[in-house]
């Protein structure tokens, strides 16, 4: 079953939360399934008569995998039968494993694409879309840097247009120094990379193209903190973790006069705007009837699920927003229950 996408912006309130059953250590909710559990034409995952194993295969956004790298491990604890992969290729890359059905979970920092939607049709694979966190790309230089804490999108578009011509600091302010500008940013497989071009050049995909990239967050946190005329972007979590190396710029956007910092509030309320974006796990609906994948999804959203969500540094979704997420699930587990009988 395939739901209506996501919006970008965080969603309106409103929703009623249905009746949602704590998920701890052995009490996962059953899922009807046949045989061994593994779904009829599943490539990523299967059970393993030899190992004993159950495995659950993911990959995609480097920005969600923290997140997703620990639900893995907290949920094997309880279920040492249970063996999960998860792989940080970026969201683009791992829309095209889940395609391939070489991972039965899509980690996703942007919505799916209107060509990786038509591409899950033709193969025949029908997914849930699960809202799962809430992020804010940082934009961040050296702590060295004391010419500027706050910064306009228009100035960010100056600098990360495909058409800029910035090479200073100086050519995009004349009082910043006459300072070669080292940029760092998400490489283009990243959702990172199209979430953050959109918003500030106003289309996805739109960036100039000499700057450091790289799908890996602590190479690009390592970049900036080394350079003292620096500048990067990346989730929120990843400068959270990094403080004492880095200096978050305030934003102002549009007709605002007033300077918003990244922070747990500002993000969830939506003010540090155009940056504050929802955080995917995308699911192949199919593979749901299978206990153990239907039972890991179900504790990502779960209330340990989403303390986890907070202990990674990262922003719990909005009660509505997991409610949201919470009755996809349900009804996709019931349309998997169903297309198995």
């Given at each position: ?336 229950s169903v297309a198995d009988h």
């Open positions: 079953m395939k739901f209506a996408p996501l919006p970008i912006r965080l969603l309106a309130a409103g929703l009623v939360a249905s009746l949602w059953a704590v998920v701890v250590s052995g009490c996962i909710k059953p899922v009807p399934t046949s045989g061994d559990g593994a779904s009829a034409g599943s490539e990523a995952g299967s059970s393993s008569a030899e190992t004993g194993l159950s495995t659950i295969e993911i990959d995609g956004s480097s920005t969600v995998y923290p997140v997703t790298q620990a639900m893995a491990v907290e949920y094997k604890r309880a279920h040492e039968n249970v063996s999960i992969s998860v792989g940080e290729s970026g969201t683009t890359a791992g829309f095209k494993t889940f395609i391939g059905r070489r991972a039965v979970i899509c980690d996703a920092s942007r919505p799916i694409t209107e060509s990786e939607i038509a591409a899950c049709k033709e193969k025949g694979i029908e997914y849930v879309e699960l809202a799962v966190a809430i992020d804010g790309l940082s934009v961040v230089v050296n702590p060295q840097n004391d010419w500027v804490s706050c910064i306009t999108t228009e100035q960010l578009r100056k600098i990360w247009d495909k058409d800029s011509t910035v090479q200073k600091w100086s050519d995009v302010d004349p009082a910043w120094p006459n300072e070669p500008i080292k940029l760092f940013g998400a490489g283009t497989q990243s959702g990172t990379f199209d979430y953050f071009t959109e918003a500030i050049n106003g289309k996805s995909r739109q960036c100039r193209t000499d700057f450091s990239q790289s799908e890996n967050d602590n190479v690009l946190v390592e970049g900036v903190a080394g350079d003292k005329y620096a500048m990067g972007f990346f989730g929120f979590a990843y400068y959270a973790e990094n403080q004492d190396q880095l200096k978050a710029l305030a934003i102002t956007h549009g007709d605002k006069a007033t300077c918003v910092a990244p922070g747990p509030e500002t993000i969830e309320n939506g003010s540090y705007t155009p940056l504050s974006r929802p955080l995917f796990i995308y699911v192949n609906q199919e593979e749901l009837k299978r206990p153990e994948v239907a039972g890991f999804v179900q504790f990502y959203l779960s209330d340990e699920g989403q303390s986890l969500v907070e202990k990674k540094k990262y922003i719990k979704l909005p009660a509505d927003q997991l409610a949201q997420s919470r009755e996809r699930l349900e009804a996709a587990l019931a349309s998997a």
